[in-house]
């Protein structure tokens, strides 16, 4: 989703490489619209702190501000590069809803799938086990393709550095995950995929655990 300078010049905010956007646990009032550059949302698990996403532009984050204002931030924003922002709040959105329809529809779309996303990926985060925790977010990235067929082997578009980001694990835990899976003939890996041979036992395995927990 582009946007015009007029927009920007009126509610564009920038952040230089490593700047903290906002912190965990701090008061949340506004949300972002990634105009330029990258933005990596971290938490603090355990003691460390683990990458959950890297958005992109045309990406939101901090989006829960709107309808929870002054609720705790769930995590930290930070700019992981050069990043150019349009920063809202309630009475600013407010006036961006009733002048510019199309963007304001286009936002509340992407309000709806973020919720859920980060919903899910709560999910993945709660399971104990890293073999869990990837076998979950492959799951997850089946569930968000529905033209994939299950019952036959699943190609995920994935990095083994996404697989990490999404699973809150260090990269050498994932990969040393996804070696065990490919040896076992569960995965085949490749540079830009993952084939997965059989996603329903990994459906099963993680709804079996969740069960007991």
Not at 42 to 65: C, Q, R, S
């Amino acid at each position: 989703m582009m946007l015009d300078g007029q927009l920007f010049d009126k509610f564009g905010v920038e952040y230089a490489p490593n700047e903290i956007i906002f912190c965990e646990f701090e008061p949340g009032n506004e949300f972002y619209f990634i105009h330029s550059g990258r933005v990596k949302i971290v938490k603090i698990i355990n003691n460390t702190e683990k990458t959950l996403d890297i958005l992109e532009p045309g990406d939101v984050f901090g989006e829960m501000a709107i309808l929870e204002e002054e609720e705790p931030r769930s995590a930290s924003a930070i700019a992981a590069e050069q990043v150019k922002l349009l920063k809202f709040h309630r009475a600013n959105f407010d006036a961006l809803l009733q002048g510019n329809p199309q963007l304001a529809y286009k936002l509340l779309v992407i309000f709806s799938k973020r919720i859920y996303d980060a919903k899910r990926r709560l999910m993945i985060l709660l399971l104990d086990e890293p073999q869990l925790k990837v076998m979950d977010v492959f799951n997850m990235l089946s569930e968000n393709n529905p033209q994939i067929d299950i019952q036959a082997p699943v190609t995920l578009y994935a990095t083994t550095q996404e697989v990490a980001n999404w699973a809150g694990l260090p990269l050498n835990d994932v990969q040393k995950v996804l070696t065990q899976f490919s040896k076992l003939g569960k995965i085949e890996l490749f540079n830009d995929r993952i084939v997965v041979n059989n996603i329903r036992d990994f459906q099963r395995v993680v709804s079996s655990k969740r069960k007991k927990l």
